[in-house]
């Protein structure tokens, strides 16, 4: 049973909580999830999608302690049970019966590591403070400068400058790839593992395209030669 996972949909980042889990199960799965993003999601506003679950003054107040201490923007939540709609309205954070209509790629089942054809396609760079959350592949037709983030469950593929912090193969998956024409991150993840920029990649005179993948348990990066 998973009590909770975060995707990264239409309405944004979306919390999906079990509705049936006993609650301190659930947070402390939401306690562990936050603690592996690192503070990816900080000052991101997120969905948060109760299903039916039949929520308590004591709970909603123990959970809303809980993010709003990871620094997290509560955006809206989505509830079914009219009590639970309720008490999330009454506190102050807009409610909603549902989300908002998925595409029919959004439909589509999540692909096996590294294949498939869910891909969010960004027609635009990334500016400082900007973050894309998503379930599968990531392509941005621009730079990612600093201070912008990307976190993906598939490869990244950057048209471009990645300056800033980019998580693929959210949370495990280490088949994902990092591909950039000009590969110079702030901070560099590949399911659990973690890499950090070296200061003297900035003064790079002739950027190259680049791709990062994992390799006897460390993320290596190597020039790109067209095969991922």
């Known amino acids: 049973m998973e009590l909770f996972t975060i995707k990264g ?33 900080r000052d991101s506003p ?19 302690e ?21 008490l999330l309205y009454k506190d102050g954070l807009p409610v909603r019966d549902s ?11 999540p692909p096996s590591p590294g294949k498939g054809t869910n891909t969010l396609y960004l027609r635009r760079g990334l500016r400082g403070g900007q973050k894309e959350v998503f379930e599968g592949d990531v392509v941005v037709m621009g730079d990612v400068n600093q201070g912008a983030e990307i976190l993906a469950g598939g490869d990244v593929v950057v048209v471009g400058t990645l300056r ?11 088949e994902a790839v990092v591909v950039a024409l000009n590969l110079i991150p ?24 680049e791709i990062a993948r994992v390799k006897d348990e460390h993320i290596m ?3 790109y030669q067209g095969k991922p």
Request: charged content about 25%; overall charge neutral; proline content about 7%.
């Open 221 to 223: 990066i190597e020039p």
């Open 186 to 209: 702030l901070q560099l993840r590949i399911g659990p593992l973690i890499a950090r920029g070296d200061d003297n990649q900035n003064h790079r005179r002739v950027p190259r395209p």
């Open 46 to 64: 997120v969905v948060l999608h109760f299903g039916n679950r039949l929520l308590s003054k004591e709970e909603w107040w123990q959970l809303k």
């Open 9 to 41: 949909l239409k309405a944004g980042p979306t919390f999906l909580f079990h509705d049936q889990a006993p609650f301190q199960d659930l947070v402390q799965a939401v306690e562990d999830e936050l603690a592996r993003a690192k503070g990816f999601f």
């Open 99 to 109: 989300l908002p209509a998925l595409t029919a790629e959004q439909k589509a089942p």
């Open 164 to 174: 800033g912090v980019v998580h693929a193969g959210y949370p495990d998956n280490r």
């Open 66 to 86: 809980l993010l709003l201490g990871e620094g997290l923007l509560l955006r809206y939540a989505v509830a079914t049970s009219q009590a639970s709609r309720d």
